[in-house]
């Protein structure tokens, strides 16, 4: 298998990675569902499964990489900051990033062992925007696997004086 | 008021409970019967869901409707919350608590056991809730509550888990604001090590380290989790909404299975 530092991988996308170079350090991006699906109307599976499916597919995937990287390891994922702070208006975007959360901090612990780190980094509008890119720059530094399990907004602070999930 | 004008007798309040034959679940059912709930209850298992219903019949004297559903069958789901609000009158307390374990470690992880909890633990929730909104709404002080786990902070061998119980907790708030002007509150209780018949499986030395990790020096029982259920289920409890409730003796402060120090 071949090996690459980085790759990001859409969530939306369900293809399976079985082809894909292995890297050491993954990033996942989530975006939402499309329109504003309800409990009711929604296809649960294909909104709420599938990017949840690729996630864990993706970490399986790339996982010797990230842990034979030792404290290079890493696995950053992006979600909206508005789901994760619960967004009334739409509930399964909530349930997919509350999941991706607990994901990641279980993530967290395993890779605890093997040196390297994964954290949350919860962006306003648009995941590619400077201070998203910049904080991911940081979080898969060399030397940044000591902060690992961690949930950064970069979304101009929509967070102050709320609870975190 | 009936047909005659005569004013009727308000009528008990209504939980559904799903789970209901497992050890959490059949505490929450009793206690909510000793409070004087009716009670429709659910589970996968019809033998261990009439055991339950019948035992809390004979104990107690609420009216129950037991019902077996497949929490991944829709149409299931919706019969059973319907012959609850059918028989019952009405419905105002739902409790997800119906949930299934299958850890591994991520390289070992099957991807089908993967989704098979996340069918389970989330979108069974998903489609319950969805279910028992309609009769929530009409209720006037509905009450969603929520069994996570402390597994929702993260836990070692448990991402499938983990995941699970989060997108419970992520959706429970956007839920909280969504119906919070129906009158509607919704909370998540994230009960820690729980004595019941699946937990007594584990090795013994496994639980006494459990034990010695948790703060308050005692594994906890399904009634620490019923209390709180029927805390949050009153209706009185209607201004705290949108919640994550830790009920883990202190073990999601203090750090899982780290020796507790001998003396304080």
Redo the contacts between chains.
Sequence with gaps: MTTSAFTTIDLADTTPPADAPASSVVVLVYRGADGDP???TAD??RA??DP??TA??A??HH??AITEARHRGRVVILAPAS?????????????????????V??????LQRHGGGANAVFYATDPNEPAVTELIATLTAEHAAAVT?QEIYAANGPDLGR?H? | MNSDGQRLAPRPRVAFITGAAGGIGRGIAEHLAELGYSLGLSDLSETGLRAVANHITETSGVTVSARAADLADRESVQAAVDATVSRLGGLDVLVNCAGILNDA???K?D?AV??QV??VN??GM??T??AA?PALRHSGSGRIISLTSR??????????Y??????????S??????LATDGITVNCIAPGFIETPMSNSMPTEIIERVRQSIPVGRVGQPLDVARTVAFLADAGSGYIT???IPVCGGRSISGSMRKAPASA
């Design positions: 309800t409990l009711d649960l599976e709420v499964v949840l499916m864990f597919s970490v399986q996982w010797t789901a994760a702070l619960g967004d009334p208006l739409r509930p399964l975007d909530c349930a997919v990033t509350g999941a991706l959360i607990s994901f901090r279980s993530v967290a612990i395993e399990g609870l999930p | 470690r991520i390289e992880m991807p993967f989704r996340l069918d989330l979108i998903l489609t809730t969805a909104l597994a929702w902070l993260g836990n070692f061998g448990s991402t499938n983990a995941a699970s119980k989060g997108g419970i907790a992520g959706v708030r956007s839920l909280s604001l969504g949108g919640q994550s």
